[in-house]
């Protein structure tokens, strides 16, 4: 029994830890898979997609300018005529020198009357000639829709551009975890030595309260620090459209190289090229320009034919029957239409076209200089942070060695606790330094690599 009772523990525990690293397993990302979660759940890219589709659309209506436009009508109704007295004009004679027709007005009585009435219509009607007006609308709208795409691709960028510094934000506020928990290591350490020198008489208690300051600033700087961990977490599933206080967490990224393959006068090309929002307003200037073009063929004519054939009748087969040749009437006729005055709304729309050309112009002017002062300040501090990596890879083996000469010093009584503390404490800032340089080398080469346009490629 007491075999069957533990087997059965066993068991149980066993389907514990398997459930538990399940549960692990489905809260551990990496990079990738944090970019793919955010691609898929983020609504402002949904919502950048459905604009992109909506003008598509708009390009088919633009279309239909340059197509016929055939239209049908059927009609059903009933003339209904109470019986009435009417006063009318009636034939009563003929002048005998004359010959014509004498009337004369008199009361008629009339019956009242119902009858029915069929119709059917269609017409068929083509602009001939708008002096460009319908296929500068169709140009007009195949530039806004490659802007929207354009905009689209700037939403996609933008996305992943915060998901991956949110993810080297994470990673870095976790090894700074690591340095910080060193810190109180080694500040623990040295409150016991300290302790233990008291106990011996070789030191002052004085040492012993400046040692546990020391200890207790490090664990404050931990607990701060893990903090900002918790912070990082939520912020990430937020952007990757989880809820903030779920469990996650990150796998590791180490890169190939950071430093940028090229030099700024090519990444500068490269953004001024690729950036997908610089497209955008370039798109946006071109359907400007035509916009412009549009109101200007607003004040001329236009030339255009029209078709129409109609079917009417008092009997429904009369109407609705095969034999076409009867019954019908048939309009045909090419109309020339010239605005010659409409309250000055031509003039009125050309200036607001004209104006909005010239705010696409500068926003298209303004944004290459942004969008270059981007690629710089990302390109400098990209150099800056790989030059101080590399600096501080010396500064941590001086911090290091200082630490251990101090505390040697110390111990033999050469030296004092503060200078214990100093190199403890600028070891613990060289740790830090080099672990922010390094993520923050990321975080730059991604800002890069948007303003260049090359992210998600």
């Known amino acids: 029994m007491r075999r069957a009772k533990l087997l059965a523990f066993v068991v149980l ?19 990738d898979d944090c970019v793919r979660l955010a691609l898929k759940n983020n609504p402002t890219l949904k919502n950048a997609r459905r604009n992109v589709n909506l003008a598509e659309t708009n390009v088919v209506t633009a279309r239909s300018g340059i197509l016929p436009r055939l239209n049908s009508s059927f009609s059903f109704g009933k003339y209904i005529s109470g019986p009435r007295v009417r006063l009318m004009d009636v034939p009563v004679g003929i002048d005998p020198l ?17 009858r029915n009435s069929y119709g059917a219509r269609l017409t068929l009607n083509q602009t001939l000639f708008d002096f460009g007006q319908s296929w500068f609308r169709i140009s007009q709208a195949r530039a806004n829709a490659t802007a929207a795409e354009d905009e689209y ?40 030595r300290t302790e ?56 590791d990224f180490q890169p190939e190289e950071t430093a940028p393959p090229y030099t700024f006068e090519e990444a500068a090309r490269i953004a001024l090229k690729n950036n997908p929002e610089l497209r955008s307003l370039e798109s946006k200037l071109q359907a400007s320009r035509v916009g412009v073009r549009i109101a200007k063929s607003n004040f001329l004519p236009s030339l255009g034919l029209s078709v129409s054939y109609n079917r009417d009748n008092e ?14 009437n048939v309009v045909m006729g090419v109309s020339l239409s010239f605005n010659l005055f409409n309250g000055f709304a031509d003039k009125a729309d050309l200036d607001r076209q004209y104006t909005s050309y010239r705010i696409a ?33 010396d500064n941590l083996k001086s911090a290091e060695e200082d630490l251990r ?22 070891l613990t800032r060289a740790r830090a330094t080099y672990v922010s340089s390094m993520y923050d080398a990321l975080i730059a080469r991604t800002q890069l690599e948007a303003a260049m346009g090359r992210l998600g490629q």
């Open 315 to 328: 009997f429904f087969d009369k109407v609705f029957t095969t034999k076409l040749q009867n019954d019908y």
């Open 13 to 31: 525990l066993a389907f514990a830890a398997q459930a538990a690293a399940q549960e692990s397993k489905s809260n551990l990302f990496s990079l």
């Open 361 to 393: 112009e500068e926003n298209l002017e303004n944004r290459k200089r942004t969008l270059l002062a981007e690629v710089k300040r990302a390109y400098i501090n990209l150099q800056a942070y790989e030059e101080i990596a590399n600096i501080n890879k």
């Open 405 to 426: 000469l101090a505390e040697e010093r110390y111990k033999l009584g050469s030296g004092t606790l503060l200078e214990v503390i100093d190199a403890q404490l600028a």
């Open 153 to 192: 691709r700037n939403t996609e960028q933008s996305v992943i551009l915060d998901v991956r510094q949110k993810y080297f934000e994470l990673l870095k506020a976790e090894k700074l975890v690591d340095v910080y928990q060193k810190a109180v290591e080694a500040a623990q350490r040295q409150l016991e």
């Open 98 to 114: 004359t010959r014509a027709i004498k009337y004369e007005q008199r009361e008629i009585v009339q019956a009242s009357v119902e």
């Open 196 to 251: 233990a020198m008291y106990k011996l008489g070789s030191v002052a208690q004085a040492d012993v309260y400046k040692a546990r300051v020391n200890l207790g600033q490090s664990k404050i700087n931990l607990i701060n620090q893990k903090n900002l961990v918790e912070i990082s977490k939520a912020n990430l599933n937020t952007v990757l459209g989880r809820d903030p206080t779920e469990p996650i967490e990150i796998m």
